[in-house]
Protein backbone atom coordinates (compact mmCIF):
# COMPACT_ATOMS: atom_id res chain seq x y z
CA UNK A 1 0.00 0.00 0.00
CA UNK A 2 1.63 3.48 -0.84
CA UNK A 3 1.97 5.88 1.68
CA UNK A 4 -0.23 8.30 1.24
CA UNK A 5 -3.06 5.84 2.11
CA UNK A 6 -1.55 5.97 6.05
CA UNK A 7 -1.26 9.71 6.50
CA UNK A 8 -3.79 12.23 6.17
CA UNK A 9 -2.85 14.61 2.81
CA UNK A 10 -0.92 17.72 4.29
CA UNK A 11 -2.84 20.86 3.91
CA UNK A 12 -1.98 23.13 0.84
CA UNK A 13 -0.17 26.16 2.15
CA UNK A 14 -1.98 29.07 3.12
CA UNK A 15 -1.11 32.96 2.04
CA UNK A 16 -0.91 34.58 5.19
CA UNK A 17 0.48 38.19 6.29
CA UNK A 18 3.50 35.67 7.41
CA UNK A 19 3.94 34.19 3.94
CA UNK A 20 3.01 36.72 1.86
CA UNK A 21 6.01 38.91 4.12
CA UNK A 22 8.38 35.88 3.83
CA UNK A 23 8.19 35.71 -0.12
CA UNK A 24 10.86 38.60 -0.87
CA UNK A 25 12.76 36.19 2.00
CA UNK A 26 12.45 33.19 -0.60
CA UNK A 27 13.47 35.29 -3.36
CA UNK A 28 16.31 36.93 -1.77
CA UNK A 29 17.89 33.56 -1.06
CA UNK A 30 17.14 31.86 -4.08
CA UNK A 31 19.48 34.89 -5.52
CA UNK A 32 22.47 34.14 -2.98
CA UNK A 33 22.03 30.54 -2.66
CA UNK A 34 21.52 31.12 0.91
CA UNK A 35 23.02 27.69 3.12
CA UNK A 36 19.95 25.22 3.00
CA UNK A 37 20.23 25.49 7.20
CA UNK A 38 20.73 28.88 7.60
CA UNK A 39 17.22 29.34 6.01
CA UNK A 40 15.46 26.72 7.89
CA UNK A 41 16.64 28.84 10.63
CA UNK A 42 15.23 31.95 9.29
CA UNK A 43 12.13 31.07 8.18
CA UNK A 44 10.73 30.13 11.24
CA UNK A 45 11.17 32.43 14.37
CA UNK A 46 12.98 30.73 17.20
CA UNK A 47 10.07 30.90 19.81
CA UNK A 48 6.73 31.73 19.62
CA UNK A 49 5.05 33.35 22.96
CA UNK A 50 1.43 33.58 23.41
CA UNK A 51 -0.27 34.60 26.73
CA UNK A 52 -2.89 36.38 28.29
CA UNK A 53 -2.88 39.07 30.95
CA UNK A 54 -6.34 39.78 33.33
CA UNK A 55 -6.35 42.86 34.80
CA UNK A 56 -9.39 44.35 36.53
CA UNK A 57 -11.37 47.25 35.16
CA UNK A 58 -12.76 50.59 36.08
CA UNK A 59 -16.17 51.53 36.63
CA UNK A 60 -17.17 53.60 33.34
CA UNK A 61 -19.86 56.26 32.14
CA UNK A 62 -21.36 54.71 28.79
CA UNK A 63 -23.60 57.20 26.88
CA UNK A 64 -27.03 56.31 26.25
CA UNK A 65 -29.23 58.31 23.71
CA UNK A 66 -32.53 58.43 21.95
CA UNK A 67 -35.51 56.16 23.43
CA UNK A 68 -32.69 54.49 26.42
CA UNK A 69 -31.95 58.26 27.09
CA UNK A 70 -35.74 59.39 27.12
CA UNK A 71 -37.19 58.04 30.24
CA UNK A 72 -34.17 59.62 32.21
CA UNK A 73 -34.81 62.84 30.73
CA UNK A 74 -36.04 64.74 34.21
CA UNK A 75 -33.47 63.26 36.37
CA UNK A 76 -31.37 66.16 38.12
CA UNK A 77 -28.00 67.17 36.84
CA UNK A 78 -25.56 65.22 39.02
CA UNK A 79 -22.52 67.59 40.13
CA UNK A 80 -19.16 65.97 40.24
CA UNK A 81 -17.18 67.26 42.67
CA UNK A 82 -14.09 66.69 41.19
CA UNK A 83 -14.42 66.71 37.27
CA UNK A 84 -10.97 65.49 37.12
CA UNK A 85 -11.87 61.97 38.17
CA UNK A 86 -13.96 61.81 35.03
CA UNK A 87 -11.75 60.37 32.15
CA UNK A 88 -13.01 60.98 28.43
CA UNK A 89 -12.27 58.48 25.85
CA UNK A 90 -12.30 58.86 22.04
CA UNK A 91 -15.21 55.55 21.79
CA UNK A 92 -17.33 58.93 24.12
CA UNK A 93 -17.12 55.98 27.27
CA UNK A 94 -15.90 58.13 30.79
CA UNK A 95 -13.75 56.36 32.82
CA UNK A 96 -14.28 57.39 36.91
CA UNK A 97 -10.99 57.76 37.87
CA UNK A 98 -10.41 57.27 42.26
CA UNK A 99 -13.68 57.88 43.82
CA UNK A 100 -14.89 60.81 41.07
CA UNK A 101 -18.92 60.74 42.45
CA UNK A 102 -17.38 60.43 45.71
CA UNK A 103 -18.87 63.55 48.00
CA UNK A 104 -20.56 64.89 44.66
CA UNK A 105 -24.33 65.48 44.23
CA UNK A 106 -25.65 61.64 42.94
CA UNK A 107 -28.33 61.44 41.17
CA UNK A 108 -28.70 57.96 39.80
CA UNK A 109 -31.96 55.83 38.63
CA UNK A 110 -31.92 52.34 37.80
CA UNK A 111 -28.06 52.71 37.51
CA UNK A 112 -28.10 55.98 34.63
CA UNK A 113 -27.33 59.36 35.92
CA UNK A 114 -27.09 63.22 33.96
CA UNK A 115 -24.14 65.16 33.62
CA UNK A 116 -23.78 69.21 33.07
CA UNK A 117 -23.80 68.57 29.85
CA UNK A 118 -27.19 67.43 29.46
CA UNK A 119 -26.02 63.63 28.68
CA UNK A 120 -27.53 60.30 30.01
CA UNK A 121 -24.91 57.78 30.98
CA UNK A 122 -25.26 54.22 32.64
CA UNK A 123 -22.84 53.05 35.14
CA UNK A 124 -21.05 50.31 34.32
CA UNK A 125 -19.37 48.19 37.04
CA UNK A 126 -15.70 47.75 35.88
CA UNK A 127 -14.68 44.21 35.79
CA UNK A 128 -11.99 41.95 34.72
CA UNK A 129 -10.92 41.88 31.66
CA UNK A 130 -8.96 38.96 29.67
CA UNK A 131 -6.48 40.30 26.94
CA UNK A 132 -4.20 38.23 24.36
CA UNK A 133 0.01 39.06 24.67
CA UNK A 134 2.30 38.09 22.64
CA UNK A 135 6.23 38.04 21.70
CA UNK A 136 7.85 36.81 18.69
CA UNK A 137 11.52 36.44 18.93
CA UNK A 138 12.73 35.85 15.31
CA UNK A 139 16.61 35.57 15.33
CA UNK A 140 19.19 36.24 17.40
CA UNK A 141 22.51 35.21 15.27
CA UNK A 142 23.93 38.77 15.41
CA UNK A 143 22.53 39.81 18.96
CA UNK A 144 19.54 39.92 21.06
CA UNK A 145 16.03 39.76 19.94
CA UNK A 146 14.65 44.15 19.21
CA UNK A 147 11.39 44.82 18.06
CA UNK A 148 8.42 46.94 19.29
CA UNK A 149 5.44 46.35 21.26
CA UNK A 150 2.14 46.87 19.64
CA UNK A 151 -1.04 47.77 21.23
CA UNK A 152 -3.85 47.23 18.76
CA UNK A 153 -7.09 45.64 17.80
CA UNK A 154 -5.91 43.72 15.23
CA UNK A 155 -2.73 41.56 15.64
CA UNK A 156 -2.16 38.37 15.18
CA UNK A 157 0.72 35.57 15.93
CA UNK A 158 0.47 35.79 12.26
CA UNK A 159 1.14 39.03 12.02
CA UNK A 160 3.71 39.46 14.88
CA UNK A 161 5.92 36.87 13.19
CA UNK A 162 6.14 38.74 10.49
CA UNK A 163 7.25 41.70 12.01
CA UNK A 164 10.02 40.10 14.12
CA UNK A 165 11.17 38.87 11.05
CA UNK A 166 10.96 42.43 9.46
CA UNK A 167 13.38 43.20 12.27
CA UNK A 168 16.01 40.22 11.84
CA UNK A 169 16.29 42.24 8.18
CA UNK A 170 16.26 45.76 9.56
CA UNK A 171 18.84 44.82 12.40
CA UNK A 172 21.33 43.54 9.80
CA UNK A 173 20.54 46.32 7.27
CA UNK A 174 21.24 49.24 10.12
CA UNK A 175 24.03 47.56 11.18
CA UNK A 176 22.99 46.99 14.47
CA UNK A 177 24.36 44.25 16.75
CA UNK A 178 20.61 42.71 17.17
CA UNK A 179 17.96 40.15 16.27
CA UNK A 180 14.25 40.33 15.41
CA UNK A 181 11.88 40.13 17.45
CA UNK A 182 7.82 41.79 18.26
CA UNK A 183 4.77 41.59 20.48
CA UNK A 184 2.10 43.19 22.10
CA UNK A 185 -1.40 42.95 23.01
CA UNK A 186 -4.95 42.75 21.19
CA UNK A 187 -6.74 45.70 22.48
CA UNK A 188 -7.51 48.99 20.91
CA UNK A 189 -5.61 51.56 23.46
CA UNK A 190 -8.30 54.51 22.63
CA UNK A 191 -10.95 52.20 24.93
CA UNK A 192 -9.19 52.16 28.01
CA UNK A 193 -7.61 54.79 30.96
CA UNK A 194 -4.32 56.15 31.71
CA UNK A 195 -4.80 53.82 34.32
CA UNK A 196 -6.13 51.03 32.73
CA UNK A 197 -3.27 51.33 30.03
CA UNK A 198 -0.82 51.23 33.07
CA UNK A 199 -1.97 48.02 35.02
CA UNK A 200 -2.10 45.99 31.54
CA UNK A 201 1.32 47.13 30.71
CA UNK A 202 2.63 46.26 33.84
CA UNK A 203 0.84 42.89 33.84
CA UNK A 204 2.53 42.17 30.57
CA UNK A 205 5.73 42.83 31.50
CA UNK A 206 5.32 40.63 34.76
CA UNK A 207 4.69 37.73 32.43
CA UNK A 208 7.15 38.94 29.85
CA UNK A 209 9.76 39.36 32.60
CA UNK A 210 11.29 35.49 32.65
CA UNK A 211 11.63 36.44 28.67
CA UNK A 212 13.39 39.90 28.20
CA UNK A 213 16.54 41.58 29.29
CA UNK A 214 18.86 44.10 28.20
CA UNK A 215 21.38 41.42 26.67
CA UNK A 216 18.51 38.97 25.80
CA UNK A 217 15.33 40.75 24.33
CA UNK A 218 14.82 44.58 24.20
CA UNK A 219 11.36 46.06 22.89
CA UNK A 220 9.98 49.57 22.24
CA UNK A 221 7.30 51.33 20.96
CA UNK A 222 5.59 50.41 18.08
CA UNK A 223 1.69 51.20 17.03
CA UNK A 224 -0.24 52.07 20.16
CA UNK A 225 2.46 52.45 22.65
CA UNK A 226 4.62 55.31 23.54
CA UNK A 227 7.47 56.68 25.87
CA UNK A 228 5.06 56.21 28.96
CA UNK A 229 4.39 52.55 28.37
CA UNK A 230 8.24 51.90 28.03
CA UNK A 231 8.89 53.62 31.16
CA UNK A 232 6.74 51.56 32.83
CA UNK A 233 7.80 48.19 31.62
CA UNK A 234 11.32 49.43 32.63
CA UNK A 235 9.55 50.21 36.57
CA UNK A 236 8.31 46.76 35.90
CA UNK A 237 11.04 44.67 34.55
CA UNK A 238 13.69 46.36 37.86
CA UNK A 239 11.35 46.90 40.43
CA UNK A 240 13.32 45.47 43.57
CA UNK A 241 16.29 44.54 41.61
CA UNK A 242 19.99 44.65 43.04
CA UNK A 243 21.45 46.45 40.14
CA UNK A 244 18.10 48.21 39.08
CA UNK A 245 20.27 50.79 36.83
CA UNK A 246 22.37 48.55 35.15
CA UNK A 247 18.89 47.14 33.57
CA UNK A 248 17.51 50.84 31.97
CA UNK A 249 18.19 48.90 28.66
CA UNK A 250 15.87 46.32 28.66
CA UNK A 251 12.78 48.99 26.76
CA UNK A 252 14.23 51.54 24.33
CA UNK A 253 12.13 54.49 23.23
CA UNK A 254 12.23 55.71 26.91
CA UNK A 255 11.84 59.55 28.30
CA UNK A 256 15.15 61.25 27.59
CA UNK A 257 14.68 61.87 31.11
CA UNK A 258 15.11 58.68 32.36
CA UNK A 259 17.80 56.97 30.07
CA UNK A 260 15.87 57.74 26.81
CA UNK A 261 18.06 59.41 23.72
CA UNK A 262 17.96 62.83 22.39
CA UNK A 263 16.84 62.52 19.15
CA UNK A 264 14.92 59.06 19.37
CA UNK A 265 11.03 59.79 19.04
CA UNK A 266 11.89 61.78 15.64
CA UNK A 267 13.96 59.04 15.09
CA UNK A 268 12.11 57.06 12.58
CA UNK A 269 10.93 60.26 10.17
CA UNK A 270 14.28 61.48 9.83
CA UNK A 271 15.61 57.88 8.74
CA UNK A 272 12.40 58.08 6.35
CA UNK A 273 13.65 62.17 5.17
CA UNK A 274 17.55 61.21 5.00
CA UNK A 275 16.62 58.63 2.68
CA UNK A 276 14.67 60.40 0.77
CA UNK A 277 17.30 63.39 0.65
CA UNK A 278 19.59 60.67 -0.67
CA UNK A 279 17.84 59.63 -3.53
CA UNK A 280 17.81 63.17 -4.55
CA UNK A 281 20.97 63.95 -3.56
CA UNK A 282 21.92 61.30 -6.25
CA UNK A 283 19.80 62.88 -8.97
CA UNK A 284 21.50 66.15 -8.33
CA UNK A 285 18.06 67.41 -6.58
CA UNK A 286 17.03 68.95 -3.38
CA UNK A 287 14.06 68.78 -1.58
CA UNK A 288 13.37 71.97 -2.04
CA UNK A 289 9.58 72.09 -3.85
CA UNK A 290 9.03 68.32 -4.13
CA UNK A 291 5.05 67.68 -2.86
CA UNK A 292 4.38 64.45 -0.80
CA UNK A 293 1.28 62.92 0.84
CA UNK A 294 1.68 60.83 4.09
CA UNK A 295 -0.61 58.05 4.75
CA UNK A 296 -0.72 58.24 9.24
CA UNK A 297 0.06 61.06 11.26
CA UNK A 298 1.38 59.12 14.37
CA UNK A 299 4.99 58.86 15.50
CA UNK A 300 6.17 58.47 11.93
CA UNK A 301 4.49 59.88 9.65
CA UNK A 302 3.98 63.45 11.82
CA UNK A 303 7.91 63.75 12.04
CA UNK A 304 9.22 63.13 8.26
CA UNK A 305 6.57 65.53 7.71
CA UNK A 306 7.86 68.28 9.74
CA UNK A 307 11.31 67.49 8.90
CA UNK A 308 10.63 67.33 5.07
CA UNK A 309 8.47 70.93 5.23
CA UNK A 310 11.42 72.36 7.01
CA UNK A 311 13.41 70.93 4.51
CA UNK A 312 11.02 73.23 1.70
CA UNK A 313 9.15 70.24 0.49
CA UNK A 314 5.51 70.69 0.09
CA UNK A 315 2.81 68.56 1.88
CA UNK A 316 0.03 67.96 -0.11
CA UNK A 317 -2.26 65.38 2.07
CA UNK A 318 -2.94 62.92 4.59
CA UNK A 319 -4.59 60.07 5.25
CA UNK A 320 -5.24 58.62 9.01
CA UNK A 321 -7.35 56.10 10.57
CA UNK A 322 -10.19 58.57 11.03
CA UNK A 323 -10.25 61.03 7.94
CA UNK A 324 -8.52 62.64 5.17
CA UNK A 325 -7.08 66.20 4.15
CA UNK A 326 -5.78 68.00 1.38
CA UNK A 327 -4.44 71.41 0.28
CA UNK A 328 -2.78 72.09 -2.71
CA UNK A 329 -1.31 75.37 -1.23
CA UNK A 330 0.53 72.43 0.60
CA UNK A 331 -0.35 71.53 4.55
CA UNK A 332 2.01 73.02 7.40
CA UNK A 333 3.09 70.21 9.42
CA UNK A 334 4.09 71.47 12.45
CA UNK A 335 0.25 73.36 12.79
CA UNK A 336 -1.14 69.47 11.68
CA UNK A 337 0.94 68.41 14.47
CA UNK A 338 -0.27 70.49 17.43
CA UNK A 339 -3.84 70.63 16.02
CA UNK A 340 -3.46 65.88 16.17
CA UNK A 341 -1.65 66.18 19.71
CA UNK A 342 -4.10 68.86 21.48
CA UNK A 343 -5.27 67.30 24.62
CA UNK A 344 -8.98 68.12 23.29
CA UNK A 345 -8.54 65.96 19.83
CA UNK A 346 -9.10 62.99 21.55
CA UNK A 347 -8.78 60.67 18.35
CA UNK A 348 -5.33 62.51 17.33
CA UNK A 349 -6.91 62.91 14.26
CA UNK A 350 -5.91 65.18 11.01
CA UNK A 351 -10.00 65.36 10.56
CA UNK A 352 -11.10 68.78 11.02
CA UNK A 353 -8.40 70.57 10.33
CA UNK A 354 -9.19 73.56 9.67
CA UNK A 355 -5.73 74.41 7.62
CA UNK A 356 -7.25 72.31 5.06
CA UNK A 357 -10.42 70.16 2.94
CA UNK A 358 -11.87 66.99 3.65
CA UNK A 359 -11.29 64.53 0.99
CA UNK A 360 -12.15 61.03 0.22
CA UNK A 361 -9.94 57.85 1.23
CA UNK A 362 -10.16 56.49 -2.02
CA UNK A 363 -8.99 60.37 -3.67
CA UNK A 364 -5.68 60.86 -1.38
CA UNK A 365 -4.36 57.65 -3.75
CA UNK A 366 -4.74 59.82 -6.35
CA UNK A 367 -2.96 63.15 -6.03
CA UNK A 368 -0.57 63.72 -8.14
CA UNK A 369 3.09 64.44 -6.06
CA UNK A 370 6.57 63.86 -6.17
CA UNK A 371 7.05 61.08 -3.20
CA UNK A 372 4.72 59.01 -1.21
CA UNK A 373 5.20 58.43 2.35
CA UNK A 374 2.78 55.28 3.82
CA UNK A 375 3.34 55.52 7.65
CA UNK A 376 0.04 53.98 9.00
CA UNK A 377 -0.32 50.06 8.84
CA UNK A 378 0.42 46.96 6.78
CA UNK A 379 -1.20 46.35 3.82
CA UNK A 380 -2.60 49.41 2.51
CA UNK A 381 -1.05 49.61 -0.66
CA UNK A 382 -2.81 47.29 -2.47
CA UNK A 383 -2.76 46.61 -6.45
CA UNK A 384 -6.13 48.83 -6.56
CA UNK A 385 -3.76 51.29 -4.92
CA UNK A 386 -0.76 50.58 -7.16
CA UNK A 387 -2.79 51.47 -10.32
CA UNK A 388 -3.89 55.03 -9.10
CA UNK A 389 -0.95 56.29 -7.28
CA UNK A 390 0.12 59.30 -9.48
CA UNK A 391 3.93 59.40 -7.90
CA UNK A 392 7.23 58.96 -8.68
CA UNK A 393 8.37 57.36 -5.01
CA UNK A 394 7.33 55.37 -2.71
CA UNK A 395 9.32 55.91 1.19
CA UNK A 396 7.92 53.06 3.18
CA UNK A 397 7.89 54.74 6.44
CA UNK A 398 5.27 51.97 7.95
CA UNK A 399 5.86 48.04 8.28
CA UNK A 400 5.08 46.01 5.36
CA UNK A 401 2.64 48.71 3.39
CA UNK A 402 3.00 47.36 0.31
CA UNK A 403 1.34 44.02 -0.93
CA UNK A 404 3.32 41.81 -3.34
CA UNK A 405 0.96 41.94 -5.89
CA UNK A 406 1.56 45.82 -5.66
CA UNK A 407 4.74 45.58 -5.52
CA UNK A 408 4.91 44.14 -9.06
CA UNK A 409 2.58 46.48 -10.35
CA UNK A 410 4.93 49.70 -9.26
CA UNK A 411 8.12 47.99 -10.40
CA UNK A 412 6.18 47.49 -14.12
CA UNK A 413 4.91 51.24 -13.51
CA UNK A 414 8.58 52.31 -13.03
CA UNK A 415 7.56 53.78 -9.19
CA UNK A 416 10.43 53.78 -7.55
CA UNK A 417 10.80 52.49 -3.95
CA UNK A 418 13.03 52.55 -0.75
CA UNK A 419 11.47 49.80 1.08
CA UNK A 420 10.42 49.55 5.01
CA UNK A 421 13.49 47.57 6.04
CA UNK A 422 16.05 50.06 5.45
CA UNK A 423 13.51 53.40 5.16
CA UNK A 424 12.19 53.00 8.54
CA UNK A 425 15.25 51.74 10.37
CA UNK A 426 16.48 54.95 11.38
CA UNK A 427 13.88 54.15 15.04
CA UNK A 428 15.78 51.17 15.49
CA UNK A 429 19.18 52.71 14.49
CA UNK A 430 18.83 55.35 17.14
CA UNK A 431 17.55 52.80 19.89
CA UNK A 432 20.66 50.90 19.36
CA UNK A 433 22.82 54.14 20.53
CA UNK A 434 19.95 54.76 23.41
CA UNK A 435 20.89 51.37 24.42
CA UNK A 436 25.21 52.02 24.43
CA UNK A 437 24.50 55.12 26.04
CA UNK A 438 22.82 52.81 28.86
CA UNK A 439 25.05 50.85 29.11
CA UNK A 440 28.18 53.03 29.66
CA UNK A 441 26.22 55.68 31.76
CA UNK A 442 26.46 58.64 28.67
CA UNK A 443 23.96 60.76 27.54
CA UNK A 444 24.99 62.12 23.70
CA UNK A 445 23.58 65.20 22.28
CA UNK A 446 20.53 65.61 19.56
CA UNK A 447 23.39 66.51 16.94
CA UNK A 448 25.02 64.10 17.66
CA UNK A 449 22.62 61.54 17.27
CA UNK A 450 21.31 62.73 13.95
CA UNK A 451 24.87 63.01 12.68
CA UNK A 452 25.32 59.09 13.86
CA UNK A 453 22.31 58.14 12.10
CA UNK A 454 22.51 60.65 8.91
CA UNK A 455 25.50 58.64 8.49
CA UNK A 456 24.63 55.17 9.24
CA UNK A 457 21.00 55.57 6.87
CA UNK A 458 22.79 56.84 3.66
CA UNK A 459 25.49 54.54 4.05
CA UNK A 460 23.27 51.31 4.29
CA UNK A 461 21.19 52.73 1.66
CA UNK A 462 24.28 53.14 -0.92
CA UNK A 463 24.94 49.67 -0.34
CA UNK A 464 21.57 48.87 -1.16
CA UNK A 465 21.52 50.75 -4.53
CA UNK A 466 24.89 49.38 -5.29
CA UNK A 467 23.14 45.94 -5.09
CA UNK A 468 20.41 46.52 -6.90
CA UNK A 469 22.45 48.18 -9.81
CA UNK A 470 24.69 45.40 -9.58
CA UNK A 471 27.22 48.09 -9.95
CA UNK A 472 29.66 49.35 -6.74
CA UNK A 473 30.57 52.29 -5.72
CA UNK A 474 33.07 52.89 -3.02
CA UNK A 475 32.91 56.56 -1.75
CA UNK A 476 34.29 57.96 1.91
CA UNK A 477 30.83 57.07 3.30
CA UNK A 478 30.18 53.25 1.76
CA UNK A 479 31.91 50.69 0.48
CA UNK A 480 29.27 48.27 -2.10
CA UNK A 481 32.11 45.72 -3.71
CA UNK A 482 31.71 43.34 -1.19
CA UNK A 483 27.78 42.35 -1.41
CA UNK A 484 27.10 42.36 -5.39
CA UNK A 485 25.94 39.09 -6.48
CA UNK A 486 26.62 40.03 -10.54
CA UNK A 487 23.14 41.17 -11.49
CA UNK A 488 20.57 43.26 -11.27
CA UNK A 489 17.17 43.14 -8.98
CA UNK A 490 14.29 45.68 -7.33
CA UNK A 491 15.97 47.86 -4.59
CA UNK A 492 13.40 45.51 -1.57
CA UNK A 493 15.16 42.22 -3.02
CA UNK A 494 18.61 44.34 -2.70
CA UNK A 495 17.80 44.95 0.98
CA UNK A 496 17.13 41.31 1.48
CA UNK A 497 20.39 40.05 0.04
CA UNK A 498 22.62 42.58 1.79
CA UNK A 499 20.14 41.35 5.45
CA UNK A 500 20.94 37.92 4.97
CA UNK A 501 24.48 37.90 3.49
CA UNK A 502 25.28 40.40 7.15
CA UNK A 503 23.27 37.11 8.78
CA UNK A 504 24.59 34.28 6.90
CA UNK A 505 27.97 35.82 7.93
CA UNK A 506 27.59 35.14 11.60
CA UNK A 507 26.34 30.91 10.83
CA UNK A 508 29.45 31.02 8.65
CA UNK A 509 31.95 32.18 10.54
CA UNK A 510 30.65 30.69 13.85
CA UNK A 511 29.09 27.71 13.07
CA UNK A 512 26.11 26.17 14.50
CA UNK A 513 26.20 24.92 18.29
CA UNK A 514 24.72 21.70 17.59
P1 LIG B 1 1.28 55.60 15.64
O1 LIG B 1 0.36 54.78 16.45
O2 LIG B 1 2.01 56.72 16.27
O3 LIG B 1 0.49 56.19 14.36
C1 LIG B 1 -0.22 55.40 13.49
C2 LIG B 1 -0.98 56.29 12.51
O4 LIG B 1 -1.61 55.46 11.52
C3 LIG B 1 -2.08 57.13 13.13
O5 LIG B 1 -2.10 58.41 12.54
C4 LIG B 1 -3.36 56.37 12.74
O6 LIG B 1 -4.50 57.21 12.62
C5 LIG B 1 -2.96 55.83 11.39
N1 LIG B 1 -3.78 54.68 10.97
C6 LIG B 1 -4.10 53.58 11.69
N2 LIG B 1 -4.91 52.78 10.98
C7 LIG B 1 -5.11 53.39 9.79
C8 LIG B 1 -5.87 53.07 8.64
N3 LIG B 1 -6.59 51.95 8.57
N4 LIG B 1 -5.86 53.93 7.60
C9 LIG B 1 -5.14 55.07 7.65
N5 LIG B 1 -4.40 55.43 8.71
C10 LIG B 1 -4.39 54.59 9.77
O7 LIG B 1 2.31 54.57 14.98
P2 LIG B 1 3.81 54.81 14.46
O8 LIG B 1 4.75 54.53 15.57
O9 LIG B 1 3.89 56.11 13.75
O10 LIG B 1 3.96 53.63 13.40
C11 LIG B 1 3.45 53.71 12.07
C12 LIG B 1 4.07 52.62 11.23
O11 LIG B 1 5.49 52.75 11.24
C13 LIG B 1 3.79 51.20 11.71
O12 LIG B 1 3.69 50.36 10.57
C14 LIG B 1 5.03 50.84 12.50
O13 LIG B 1 5.24 49.45 12.59
C15 LIG B 1 6.08 51.53 11.67
N6 LIG B 1 7.32 51.83 12.40
C16 LIG B 1 7.33 52.61 13.52
C17 LIG B 1 8.53 52.89 14.15
C18 LIG B 1 8.61 53.81 15.33
O14 LIG B 1 9.73 54.10 15.77
N7 LIG B 1 7.51 54.31 15.86
C19 LIG B 1 9.73 52.34 13.65
C20 LIG B 1 9.69 51.56 12.50
C21 LIG B 1 8.48 51.32 11.88
Not at 391 to 411: H, V
Request: hydrophobic share 40%.
Amino acid sequence: MSETYMRVPAPGPKRTVYTEAMEIFHRAADLIGLNPRVRLELEEPDYEHIFHVTVKLKDRLVPVTGADAAPFADLPVTQVRNPEGLEQLADGKIILNGRALLGSDVAIRRGHLRLPSGGVYQLVPGEAQRFKAYRVQHNQARGPYKGGIRYHREVSLDLFKALAAEMTWKTAIAEVPFGGGKGGIQLDPRQYGREELEAITLRYMYKLKSLVGPNIDIPAPDVGTNGEIMALMLRQFSDGERERHAQRGVVTGKDVRIGGSEGRVKATGRGVVFCVEDFYAERGETLKGKTFIVQGFGNVGSHAAEILCSMGAKLLAVNDADGTIFSGDGIDASALMAYTTDSKNLKRSVAGYPGAQKIEKADFWGVPCDFVIPAALGGEITSEVAEKLKTKLIAEGANGPTTPEADAILQKRGIEMIPDIIANAGGVTVSYYEWIQNKRMESWTEAEVNKKLEFAMKRNYRIIRDIARNSARKTEMHDGTRFLIGKEMSTRAAAMVLALKRIEAHYQLEGFSQ
